[in-house]
Nanobody, 121 residues
Framework: EAHLAESGGGLVHAGDSLTLSCAAS????????IKWVRQAPGKGPEWIAD???????WYGDSVKGRFSISRDIDKNKVYLQMSSLKSDGSAVYYC???????????????WGQGTQFTVVE
């Protein structure tokens, strides 16, 4: 059974750096693209980055230049390295199959449980 599990959340200060991890099981990352989506309190989901099965990466405008998505095929993990964190970065961060639909889990849509971090001034 396919499964995604995020980790690495917590409390950080503005300007700090943090790396989130997304551990995949039940499938291999070289055949699946993975995306990171965040949801801030009271707001809708925001796509922030994805890495294709080919390894190509894409970023949302709000994080471009500050966040970096990468993967380790051997460990079957995807990472989101974040730097120069801002207070508006406080959110629950989810990893998912790239074509997943928000809130839907099924044959083509898979989400992790999310990891939360808060950025304080």
């Amino acid at each position: 059974e396919a499964h995604l599990a995020e980790s690495g959340g917590g409390l950080v200060h503005a300007g700090d750096s943090l790396t989130l991890s997304c551990a995949a099981s039940g499938f291999t990352l070289d055949y699946y693209g993975i995306k990171w989506v965040r949801q801030a309190p009271g707001k809708g989901p925001e796509w922030i980055a994805d890495i294709r099965d080919s390894g190509l990466t894409w970023y949302g405008d709000s994080v471009k230049g500050r966040f970096s998505i990468s993967r380790d095929i051997d460990k079957n993990k995807v990472y989101l390295q974040m730097s120069s964190l801002k207070s508006d970065g406080s959110a629950v961060y989810y990893c998912a199959w790239r074509d997943s639909i928000w809130g839907i889990t099924g044959p083509t849509s898979l989400w992790g449980q999310g990891t939360q971090f808060t950025v304080v001034e």
